[in-house]
């Protein structure tokens, strides 16, 4: 039967296999469907998106076609009205790019610079850039919108072969043609984009030939991409999240050569900044598939990953929880198996027992009887020769028989207690025999099935103690086993403790990382101006030698270029000052929150310190920040402490307090209390918590938002590190569509004992 028992486990365990298997493969199916699925609305929304992008261009084309050339002003109040910000994100710019012939160069200057059309004072600063010799020019004459795009003003694109081949293929074909990767010279992020344009002929000539639309030509209108932005907007966010995005420029349709993905050509990398480092997450092996999109006039090669996650990785749970559970049905089969063999061998033990017992008790030295109503009912073979009758004679006699004065001694009382004495009883053949006898009531709800006795000589006292003795031994073996218990409990207890600090650690690190990851964002903006502004500057350097190699340099030239060396220097000074300002902050709050040193220090100071290094963060999510803190609070205390707490406020409020909403307003305020204190408040106008949120905000590991960048331990850190570290006291004020406040009572001074 064990054999069986076995047998049976190993089916079962065959079956579970197969089953494991069966589920994978049809989970793989499941996800090579929904990758597909996803795949096609990928490619799908961004042609779709281009084609509505595009149609702007066709709409601006028809404007010229109709009314001819537009003014500045109505061309600016025309893409106004697009509202780019809100309806196109991934537009950089609108221009009109004006065909101009080399003899009409000088005229062209002159009549942009008394343009008046926006600015009063016209635009006197305008030039013609990069200068060529050639026949036809092609600057950017309009460009909206203006702020941001102010390099681009003046332009001549046929200075630049990438730009000079794409309007040559728009001019001899009619059609819309984008650009190859460029990098915008109106962009100072760096991000890869591209530039779509449309012809523009004069109204009422032919255009069936190349020499035609070549003489008719009068200009271009393009829109100017930031290509990370327009997939960003193009790709829901959710499905970003799971796939990797990977999109090549291979080169114009005409050219006829195969799609080949270049790193030259790369346009949009979902996984992270191009030329950066990328997000390190592991793929789907097999969820690979490609597209080619034709985009004006240019081949895109399109591919997509599926990223090894909820959507398209496996659902362990569930192998496990099939595996797991024919595992413990087949365990349960092959035990039951053993199980029924055992209870049939117990059984035929149990019978041999009982037998066994049977002649146990008649053979043993003591007497056992069932005693009810004044007889012996029935006694073992020991009473009888303790009494010294024949087998079988005592059962049915009364027992007034057994005692010299002929009362009953054997009954146990109504209450049913038990009974324990010394009694003195009668042999057969007259002599006494004292016996310790032990009477106890049979069934207490039904007295008159008698009660049992036990009569045994006076020797078989110390028997008794020998086993009194034995259990008090086995009372001081579960004393033992239960202390050893407890040892351990509390090494798990020191354990989980442990774990918690290190997580708690953790999380102070993820803070610091995400400062990190912050101030290097806000760097990138001042020091990429720095660096255009300096290029520049080395343009007008090098300009202005060549008029000096010349027959002679003018006064107005010359002053030209000292206010423009003026403004570049002023522009490189203010944004490296900049630099330098959210460096010295990040340095400041990075050096406490690593040292955790205790210093004197501002708190006005170090509030605005960690705040700088949040500016991205807070940008990005339209937050407000009011702070209003005098400027005399010095404070005797662990900076560090204080930028972690406030740190973990904030990111505590970006991530529930705004859940729904474009914008909101964080306000911090400090005051000077009595007795050496200061209360420091952390508000915001957010959606609150409720009762329940509110009891266990302070609780490990307990969020609102588990799976979706909370851990549950930002405010037991705050609590332990203003209770613990900085000695002072916090309450949290919320209800729900009302915000929250988060005051704290905080020492001025801590003492130095509670350092220690």
Same mark, same amino acid.
């Given at each position: 039967?064990?054999?069986?028992?076995?047998?049976?486990?190993?089916?079962?365990?065959?079956?579970?296999?197969?089953?494991?298997?069966?589920?994978?493969?049809?989970?793989?199916?499941?996800?090579?469907?929904?990758?597909?699925?996803?795949?096609?609305?990928?490619?799908?929304?961004?042609? #779709?998106?281009?084609?509505?992008?595009?149609?702007?261009?066709?709409?601006?084309?028809?404007?010229?076609?109709?009314?001819?050339?537009? /003014?500045?002003?109505?061309?600016?109040?025309?893409?106004?009205?697009?509202?780019?910000?809100?309806?196109?994100?991934?537009?950089?710019?609108?221009?009109?790019?004006?065909?101009?012939?080399?003899?009409?160069?000088?005229?062209?200057?002159?009549?942009?610079?008394?343009?008046?059309?926006?600015?009063?004072?016209?635009?006197?600063?305008?030039?013609?850039?990069?200068?060529?010799?050639?026949?036809?020019?092609?600057?950017?004459?309009?460009?909206?919108?203006?702020?941001?795009?102010?390099?681009?003003?003046?332009?001549?694109?046929?200075?630049?072969?990438?730009?000079?081949?794409?309007?040559?293929? *728009?001019?001899?074909?009619?059609?819309?043609?984008?650009?190859? $990767?460029?990098?915008?010279?109106?962009?100072? /992020?760096?991000?890869?984009?591209?530039?779509?344009?449309?012809?523009?002929?004069?109204?009422?000539?032919? %255009?069936?030939?190349?020499?035609?639309?070549?003489?008719?030509?009068?200009?271009?209108?393009?829109?100017?991409?930031?290509? +990370?932005?327009?997939?960003?907007?193009?790709?829901?966010?959710?499905?970003?999240?799971?796939?990797?995005?990977?999109?090549?420029?291979?080169?114009?349709?005409?050219?006829?050569?195969?799609?080949?993905?270049?790193?030259?050509?790369?346009?949009?990398?979902?996984?992270?900044?191009?030329? *950066?480092?990328?997000?390190?997450?592991? +793929?789907?092996?097999?969820?690979? !598939?490609?597209?080619?999109?034709?985009?004006?006039?240019? $081949?895109?090669?399109?591919?997509?990953? =599926?990223?090894?996650?909820?959507?398209?990785?496996? *659902?362990?749970?569930?192998?496990?929880?099939?595996?797991?559970? *024919?595992?413990?049905?087949?365990?349960?089969?092959?035990?039951?198996?053993?199980? %029924?063999?055992?209870?049939?061998?117990?059984?035929?033990?149990?019978?041999?027992?009982?037998?066994?017992?049977?002649?146990?008790?008649?053979?043993?030295?003591?007497?056992?009887?069932?005693?009810?109503?004044?007889?012996?009912?029935?006694?073992?073979?020991?009473?009888?020769?303790?009494?010294?009758?024949?087998?079988?004679?005592?059962?049915?006699?009364?027992?007034?028989?057994?005692?010299?004065?002929?009362?009953?001694?054997?009954?146990?009382?109504?209450?049913?207690?038990?009974?324990?004495?010394?009694?003195?009883? +009668?042999?057969?053949?007259?002599?006494?025999?004292?016996?310790?006898?032990?009477?106890?009531?049979?069934?207490?709800?039904?007295?008159?099935?008698?009660?049992?006795?036990?009569?045994?000589?006076?020797?078989?006292?110390?028997?008794?103690?020998?086993?009194?003795?034995?259990?008090?031994?086995?009372?001081?073996?579960?004393?033992?086993?239960?202390?050893?218990?407890?040892?351990?409990?509390?090494?798990?207890?020191?354990?989980?403790?442990? #774990?918690?600090?290190?997580?708690?650690?953790?999380?102070?690190?993820?803070?610091?990382?995400?400062?990190?990851?912050?101030?290097?964002?806000?760097?990138?903006?001042?020091?990429?101006?720095?660096?255009?502004?300096?290029? #520049?500057?080395?343009?007008?350097?090098?300009?202005?030698?060549?008029?000096?190699?010349?027959?002679?340099?003018?006064?107005?030239? %010359?002053?030209?270029?000292?206010?423009?060396?003026?403004?570049?220097?002023?522009?490189?000074?203010?944004?490296?000052?900049?630099?330098?300002?959210?460096?010295?902050?990040?340095?400041?709050?990075?050096?406490?929150?690593?040292?955790?040193?205790? $210093?004197?220090?501002?708190?006005?100071?170090?509030?605005?310190?960690?705040?700088?290094?949040?500016?991205?963060?807070?940008?990005?999510?339209?937050?407000?920040?009011?702070?209003?803190?005098?400027?005399?609070?010095?404070?005797?205390?662990?900076?560090? !402490?204080?930028?972690?707490?406030?740190?973990?406020?904030?990111?505590?409020?970006?991530?529930?307090?705004?859940?729904?909403?474009?914008?909101?307003? @964080?306000?911090?305020?400090?005051?000077?209390?009595?007795?050496?204190? @200061?209360?420091?408040?952390?508000?915001?106008?957010?959606?609150?918590?409720?009762?329940?949120?509110?009891?266990?905000?302070?609780?490990?590991?307990?969020?609102?938002?588990?799976?979706? =960048?909370?851990?549950?331990?930002?405010?037991?850190?705050?609590?332990?590190?203003?209770?613990?570290?900085?000695?002072?006291?916090?309450?949290?004020?919320?209800?729900?569509?009302?915000?929250?406040?988060?005051?704290?009572?905080?020492?001025?001074?801590?003492?130095?004992?509670?350092?220690?």
């Amino acid at each position: 039967m064990r054999a069986q028992g076995y047998l049976a486990f190993t089916v079962g365990i065959c079956l579970t296999a197969w089953a494991c298997l069966f589920a994978m493969e049809t989970q793989d199916r499941h996800i090579a469907d929904r990758f597909g699925h996803d795949m096609d609305k990928v490619a799908r929304d961004t042609e #779709a998106r281009l084609k509505t992008y595009f149609d702007t261009l066709l709409a601006i084309r028809g404007t010229f076609s109709v009314h001819g050339q537009m /003014s500045r002003a109505d061309f600016h109040r025309y893409v106004a009205e697009l509202h780019l910000t809100e309806r196109y994100p991934g537009f950089q710019g609108i221009q009109w790019v004006l065909r101009v012939p080399e003899a009409e160069l000088p005229r062209h200057v002159a009549t942009v610079r008394a343009d008046t059309g926006i600015v009063p004072g016209g635009y006197p600063d305008y030039r013609i850039h990069p200068v060529i010799e050639r026949a036809e020019h092609y600057p950017i004459v309009y460009t909206e919108p203006m702020a941001g795009n102010e390099n681009a003003f003046g332009l001549d694109l046929a200075a630049l072969p990438a730009h000079l081949r794409a309007l040559e293929l *728009g001019r001899d074909s009619g059609e819309l043609v984008a650009t190859e $990767r460029i990098t915008l010279v109106q962009d100072a /992020s760096g991000q890869p984009g591209f530039i779509a344009r449309l012809p523009v002929y004069r109204k009422n000539v032919p %255009l069936g030939t190349v020499e035609q639309r070549r003489d008719a030509l009068v200009g271009f209108v393009a829109i100017v991409f930031r290509v +990370t932005d327009l997939m960003r907007e193009v790709i829901e966010p959710q499905l970003l999240s799971h796939v990797h995005v990977v999109i090549h420029d291979t080169g114009y349709v005409l050219d006829g050569t195969p799609p080949t993905p270049t790193i030259d050509g790369l346009l949009f990398d979902s996984a992270g900044k191009l030329g *950066g480092a990328r997000e390190a997450r592991r +793929t789907v092996p097999g969820l690979l !598939s490609k597209a080619v999109l034709n985009v004006g006039q240019r $081949r895109w090669l399109l591919q997509v990953q =599926g990223y090894d996650g909820s959507r398209y990785g496996r *659902g362990h749970e569930t192998i496990y929880l099939i595996g797991g559970c *024919g595992f413990l049905i087949s365990t349960l089969i092959g035990v039951l198996l053993v199980t %029924l063999q055992r209870r049939r061998a117990l059984a035929h033990t149990l019978r041999a027992a009982l037998e066994e017992q049977r002649a146990l008790q008649d053979s043993a030295v003591v007497g056992i009887g069932l005693f009810s109503d004044g007889r012996i009912v029935r006694c073992n073979r020991g009473l009888e020769e303790m009494l010294g009758y024949p087998n079988g004679t005592l059962a049915g006699q009364p027992t007034t028989m057994l005692v010299p004065d002929g009362s009953d001694p054997f009954d146990c009382g109504l209450a049913g207690q038990r009974m324990h004495r010394e009694l003195e009883l +009668t042999r057969r053949g007259g002599d006494s025999l004292w016996c310790i006898v032990n009477g106890r009531m049979l069934d207490r709800q039904a007295p008159d099935k008698g009660c049992v006795w036990v009569l045994c000589d006076i020797s078989d006292r110390r028997h008794t103690e020998a086993a009194l003795e034995s259990t008090l031994h086995e009372v001081a073996q579960q004393k033992e086993q239960v202390e050893e218990a407890h040892r351990e409990l509390s090494n798990v207890l020191h354990q989980l403790r442990q #774990a918690q600090d290190t997580l708690i650690t953790s999380e102070k690190m993820a803070a610091l990382g995400a400062l990190v990851a912050g101030i290097a964002h806000e760097l990138n903006t001042p020091i990429g101006n720095s660096l255009l502004t300096a290029t #520049a500057l080395a343009d007008m350097v090098a300009d202005f030698e060549r008029q000096l190699e010349g027959p002679g340099v003018r006064r107005s030239a %010359l002053e030209a270029h000292l206010n423009d060396a003026k403004t570049a220097c002023g522009i490189i000074a203010g944004a490296l000052g900049k630099a330098a300002d959210l460096i010295t902050s990040f340095k400041q709050v990075a050096v406490d929150q690593t040292s955790d040193q205790r $210093r004197r220090f501002d708190l006005a100071s170090v509030v605005h310190d960690t705040l700088a290094t949040y500016s991205a963060q807070l940008r990005r999510a339209g937050c407000e920040v009011r702070v209003d803190i005098p400027g005399n609070l010095d404070c005797d205390s662990y900076p560090g !402490s204080i930028s972690q707490v406030l740190s973990n406020l904030i990111n505590n409020a970006l991530l529930h307090a705004f859940v729904g909403r474009p914008d909101g307003l @964080v306000t911090i305020a400090a005051r000077a209390l009595d007795g050496d204190m @200061v209360e420091l408040r952390f508000m915001d106008d957010g959606v609150g918590m409720n009762h329940r949120t509110l009891h266990q905000i302070y609780d490990p590991f307990f969020t609102t938002k588990m799976g979706q =960048g909370g851990s549950g331990l930002g405010m037991n850190i705050v609590y332990n590190i203003v209770t613990g570290v900085l000695k002072g006291s916090i309450r949290v004020e919320s209800t729900p569509g009302s915000g929250t406040a988060v005051v704290l009572m905080l020492p001025r001074t801590v003492p130095h004992a509670a350092a220690a």
